[in-house]
């Protein structure tokens, strides 16, 4: 006899945890990456202009689950190579692959709002004397993060939407509790919507407080000027 759906529940929300928990890191740490390689690519250094390109290029150009795959099971291979221990906890993994992606993708959003931040801005903080940090941080960035945030948003919800290729390297987030208990019961169509409405709940949750914080910066850059 076929379990009734509720008797999932247990199962899927111990993965839900999980993913959530993926999710939250990995968009938080991308976020940095994003901000470091953004503002790197742009800078008058080139050595860590290059440095943030080389990052931007190669996380952007292949495949987040190639990636995945690299940290998890190929890097303890180079590890052993040297002499070190560089075996990943799966989470560890996930939570990497995560963030260096999204940091990819997110790098260029910053670059691009930045830039677009008008000439006449820098020209006026460098006739009031401004360092080139001060510029960035009392000019630029306030007025480029609201432009960033719509787009910052789009990666985060795809960002959730990724977690779940981390059930692959067999850390128990939704997709692999999900798997787990099709495999047991057969009832895919059950598991398979249940799993479909928790991910778009999810993704929901996450665009609503997205838009909040979206407004509220737009609101703190309106309070500044």
Do not use: C
Not at 24 to 42: D, R
Not at 121 to 140: I, K, S
Not at 175 to 185: D, G, M, V
């Amino acid at each position: 006899m076929t379990p009734h759906w509720t008797e999932y529940l247990p199962a899927l929300m111990q993965g839900a945890w999980v993913t959530i928990q993926l999710a939250v890191f990995s968009t938080l740490l991308g976020a940095v990456l994003a901000f470091a390689a953004g503002i790197g690519k742009l800078s008058p250094n080139a050595a860590l202009r290059a440095l943030s390109v080389t990052y931007i290029e190669v996380f952007r150009g292949t495949s987040l689950l190639v990636q995945l795959f690299w940290l998890y099971f190929a890097l303890p291979l180079v590890g052993k190579a040297i002499g070190i221990d560089l075996r990943l906890p799966p989470v560890v993994a996930g939570v990497m692959a995560l963030s260096l992606n999204i940091g990819a993708y997110g790098a260029e959003v910053v670059r691009g709002a930045i830039q677009a931040v008008h000439t006449g801005q820098h020209e006026a903080a460098r006739a009031l004397n401004f360092t080139p940090r001060q510029t960035l941080t009392g000019v630029t960035l306030p007025q480029a993060i609201p432009e960033m945030m719509p787009s910052f948003g789009n990666l985060a919800v795809q960002n959730l939407k990724d977690t779940a290729l981390v059930s692959l390297i067999s850390l128990g987030d939704l997709s692999f509790r999900a798997e787990q208990i099709r495999n047991f019961t057969q009832d895919s169509t059950t598991i398979y919507s249940m799993l479909l409405l928790m991910y778009f709940g999810m993704a929901l949750v996450l665009v609503a407080v997205m838009r909040l914080m979206e407004h509220r910066v737009g609101r703190w850059r309106r309070v500044r000027s």
